[in-house]
């Protein structure tokens, strides 16, 4: 099975400065997907970007971004202009083009501070 | 459209009892899942089907059993409640026939604790 590693548990970032959120994944298919959901304190997952493993360009939507590095197997995510609403969790997780399952990391816990 | 729905929003359960969390969605989306959610440990599949009739065991399936009803509704079993199934349980969706690349979309989480 893919694994998928997010290797900070907590982060903390100042209001309107930028963050990196970094996840690692293993795999050795070649077309897959890679997302980002945010989960704020009401528990909902919501859905922040999305990434097709066989588009070199990065995915953006608006504050959030993405740098895609398929040989490093790395997907980081960057929010810039940091808000008090960005408070979460946020969990990386992985899909192949094959398969059905999505694999999540353990989720990095954002804090921004006013 | 309310998305995916998920009953009840609590429940405290004591040792040996049964119970069934319910999940229902309105996408006419294929593919349902059942994660459960620990701290530190992501959330972790415990059971998924990716179509009507048809159910696949995740990560972490003992202790638990799923009925896939109709293409809505995708039910999940407690038959021996322990207080290791203490936990934040979410069901999900996806349309994974028509575009592979498309999101997992998630029902607002169960809390269940088992004294």
């Known amino acids: 099975a893919q694994t998928v590693t997010q290797s900070q548990p907590e982060m903390s970032v100042q209001e309107a400065e930028t963050v990196t959120l970094s996840c690692t994944y293993d795999?050795?298919?070649?077309?897959?997907?890679l997302f980002w959901y945010k989960q704020p304190p009401s528990r909902q997952m919501i859905l922040v970007i999305r990434q097709e493993a066989y588009k070199q360009q990065n995915a953006t939507e608006n504050r959030f971004s993405v740098n895609f590095q398929k040989a490093a197997k790395s997907f980081s995510l960057k929010i810039s202009d940091s808000q008090l609403g960005d408070a979460a969790m946020y969990f990386c997780?992985?899909?192949?083009?094959?398969?059905?399952?999505?694999?999540f990391g353990t989720g990095t816990s954002l804090t921004v501070i006013p | 459209n309310a998305g995916v729905t998920q009953t009840p929003k609590f429940q405290v359960l004591k040792t040996g009892q049964s119970m069934t969390l319910q999940c229902a969605q309105d996408?006419?989306?294929?593919?349902m899942y059942w994660y459960r959610q620990d701290p530190g440990m992501g959330l972790r599949l415990i059971y998924y089907s990716a179509s009507e009739g048809t159910t696949d065991k995740g990560e972490v399936p003992n202790g638990y059993n799923v009925s896939r009803l109709n293409k809505r509704e995708f039910s999940l079993r407690l038959e021996s409640a322990a207080p290791s199934q203490t936990s934040v349980y979410f069901c999900?969706?996806?349309?994974?026939?028509?575009?592979?690349?498309?999101?997992?979309?998630f029902g607002p989480g169960t809390r269940l604790t088992v004294l």
């Open positions: 795999t050795s298919e070649s077309d897959y997907y």
């Open positions: 996408m006419n989306h294929n593919s």
């Open positions: 999900a969706s996806r349309d994974h026939r028509t575009r592979a690349y498309n999101e997992q979309f």
């Open positions: 997780a992985y899909s192949s083009n094959t398969g059905n399952q999505f694999y």
